[in-house]
């Protein structure tokens, strides 16, 4: 089993592990009614061939990958640190995601 990011240091107690799929988003989305309550989600590709490699490079900027791996945009823009929503149902990203995996540039 593979964890969707282990350089991510913030995680307390929410892990999100994969094994035969090709990594391509994380994010961590507040939600509005609880105080620093989160959803994590993944996104993943099924992998063609048993050989085929996973995602390695981190991406921060949304400009940089295809729009259809992107994140729903009524979560809002990426946000860096903690973020506490003010209203019950406000939801948007928080701890510095979303975040992209894309193939090595090397």
Request: charged share 30%; with cysteine.
């Amino acid at each position: 089993m593979l964890d969707i990011d282990p350089l991510e240091k913030d995680r307390w107690c929410e892990y999100i592990f994969y094994r035969g799929l090709i990594r391509q988003g994380f994010a961590r989305i507040t939600h509005g009614s609880l105080t620093d309550t989160e959803m994590q989600v993944g996104k993943f590709k099924i992998k063609q061939s048993p050989d085929e490699a996973d995602n390695s490079e981190r991406v921060f900027e949304a400009d940089n990958v295809p729009e259809r791996l992107r994140f729903p945009q009524r979560f809002g823009e990426r946000r860096n640190g903690h973020h506490y929503a003010r209203f019950f149902l406000d939801h948007v990203y928080h701890m510095d995601t979303p975040r992209w995996f894309i193939p090595s540039r090397s």
